[in-house]
């Protein structure tokens, strides 16, 4: 298992390198298996096995959810909203305008001014959803580095499938060039038996 949370496809058969795996890590990437990290020899593998590296981040980032971690993206959500704004100033408005009747017209408040079972409350509020939102954004930007490895992995096996069709269309290239060189010179040699005899040399 890796830091994406995917299987690290096997690059090894009984102790030793898979064959394909090293020859494709030394063609397209000039070095060996072992001097590759795990990402890149998980993407070598996927190209000698003909698999997809294409993961959602989504599913990837869900299957290493926990309780908490929903919890704290929800308050922090709620925390970021409008609505939580809204609420709040209704609150503390309802919360200074009881209070402030209560001692003008019905006698001691529960809290008077200066508020300070309010101010309690709000420092008890904010001691609590700092950390939770904290938590969130440390859960955001495990997702982005994540996402980030997964488009590298992508992008790898991108440039290494470009590499190799490139290696191979240089490869028809040089057949193409060789047979064309092999029918030339059977033409040549056709030329020279058939010349007839005493004429000039034919010049190869």
């Known amino acids: 298992m890796n830091e994406s949370g995917a ?4 690059t090894t058969i009984a102790g030793r390198p898979n064959a394909r795996v090293t020859d494709l890590a030394q063609r397209l990437l000039e070095g060996g298996l072992c001097e590759l990290s795990a990402r890149e020899q998980r993407v070598i593998s996927t190209i000698a096995d003909r698999h997809h ?6 599913r990837t980032v ?9 919890i704290a993206d ?3 959500r709620f925390g970021g909203s409008w609505t ?3 609420i709040f100033v209704a609150a503390l408005a309802a919360w200074v305008g009881l209070n402030t009747l ?3 017209r019905m006698g001691p408040a529960f809290d008077p001014y200066p508020f300070i079972f309010l101010n309690l409350i709000l420092s008890m509020v904010a001691a609590l ?17 994540i996402s980030a490895g997964l488009d590298y992995e992508i992008n790898l096996k991108a440039e290494l499938e470009i590499m190799a069709l490139h290696e ?3 490869a028809l290239r040089i057949d193409r060039l060789e047979l064309l060189l092999k029918c030339q010179g059977e033409l040549l040699e056709q030329l020279v038996r058939r010349q007839p005899v005493g004429a000039a040399p034919i010049d190869r």
């Open 168 to 170: 191979k269309l240089d």
């Open 129 to 145: 959803q700092a950390p939770i939102i904290l938590m969130s954004q440390n859960r955001q930007a495990a997702r982005d580095r």
């Open 84 to 86: 939580f704004i809204i």
């Open 102 to 104: 209560m001692l003008t």
């Open 62 to 70: 869900d299957d290493r959810e926990t309780a908490g971690d929903r």
């Open 53 to 58: 590296v294409t993961r959602s981040v989504n």
């Open 74 to 76: 929800r308050v922090a």
């Open 7 to 10: 299987q690290v496809p096997r």
